[in-house]
């Protein structure tokens, strides 16, 4: 699967480059979330994204030293802080749209051809949801292990 994926990022990293557009693949689900909710904090964009806490401030610091995001106090909250896509941030993600829209139809396009391996692994995950690898072993080794 990581073999898998890096390729996939390989080959879009390329469609960028060939673009002249500096991007990072991971950069790819905070852009277009606060894109289309609007300023979120890094707890609800990993929620949303389904990683961890510590990938979306990676991301938030490569996406804050690009000048692309910004984040602010939250007024309700002042221990919370909300990133918002700022204003080069927002023409970033406009210019981006068409790509993105023409990566996930080919992404689509070749899950359908593949048979729906996306399918699979959500069955797997889920799977793993219900007990994990760890838990599974350990109801296989003796306990003097």
Same mark, same amino acid.
């Given at each position: ?8 990022? =390989? ?5 960028? #480059? #060939? ?6 693949? =991971?950069?790819?689900?905070? /852009?277009? /979330?606060?894109?289309?909710? %609007? ?8 929620? #949303? ?15 804050? !030293? !690009? %000048? ?8 309700? *909250? ?9 204003? !080069?941030? !927002? ?9 993105? *829209?023409? /990566?996930?139809?080919? %992404? ?13 692994? *959500?069955?797997?995950? %889920?799977?793993? *949801? ?5 838990? =599974? ?9």
């Amino acid at each position: 699967m990581r073999r898998l994926s890096e390729r996939i990022d =390989r080959e879009a990293n390329a469609v960028y #480059a #060939a673009r002249g557009i500096d991007f990072e693949q =991971r950069w790819y689900g905070t /852009l277009s /979330l606060l894109d289309e909710r %609007g300023p979120l904090s890094v707890t609800e964009i990993a929620r #949303a994204l389904n990683i961890t806490h510590v990938a979306v401030s990676q991301a938030r610091r490569s996406l804050t !030293a !690009a %000048g692309l995001i910004a984040s602010t106090l939250d007024p309700a *909250d002042g221990r919370r802080r909300t990133l918002h896509l700022t204003d !080069a941030g !927002a023409a970033f993600v406009a210019r981006l749209w068409p790509l993105w *829209d023409a /990566l996930n139809a080919v %992404g689509d396009a070749i899950n359908r051809e593949a048979a729906d391996p996306s399918a699979a692994l *959500d069955r797997l995950e %889920g799977a793993l *949801d219900r007990m994990s690898l760890s838990e =599974r072993v350990e109801r296989l080794l003796p306990r003097s292990i």
